[in-house]
Nanobody
Framework: QVHLEESGGGLVPPGGSLRLSCVCS????????MAWFRQAPRKDREFVSA????????YYSDSVRGRFIISKDNDKNTLYLQMNDMDSEDTAVYYC??????????????WGQGTQVTVSS
């Protein structure tokens, strides 16, 4: 059974940067598409970014494109999200997800517990 654990959340000032990590254990994620989602207070969970199993093809929501970078290190079984030029709209709990497929289809079968990110001065 695949287990995902996020880390790297915290408090960051507007305009700042933060890098999230998601370690995959209990199984391998090197053959799985993975993604980041987030959920702000009183809002639905929303898609942030996704990557195919090799890490070569990447997808972003319009709200983060050009500011966030997703990457996947299969040797370390770890997914990353580099977040730059952050603003208050990025405040949310960020979740890591893994699919059972190599390609990004929008369906994810494994989820982490989430890590809180707060953008505030």
């Amino acid at each position: 059974q695949v287990h995902l654990e996020e880390s790297g959340g915290g408090l960051v000032p507007p305009g700042g940067s933060l890098r999230l990590s998601c370690v995959c254990s209990g199984g391998t994620c090197d053959n799985k598409a993975m993604a980041w989602f987030r959920q702000a207070p009183r809002k639905d969970r929303e898609f942030v970014s996704a990557v195919t199993w090799t890490g070569r093809s990447k997808y972003y929501s319009d709200s983060v494109r050009g500011r966030f970078i997703i990457s996947k290190d299969n040797d370390k079984n770890t997914l990353y999200l580099q977040m730059n030029d952050m603003d208050s709209e990025d405040t949310a709990v960020y979740y890591c997800a893994a699919a059972s497929t190599q390609w990004v289809t929008g369906k994810y079968d494994y989820w982490g517990q989430g890590t809180q990110v707060t953008v505030s001065s």
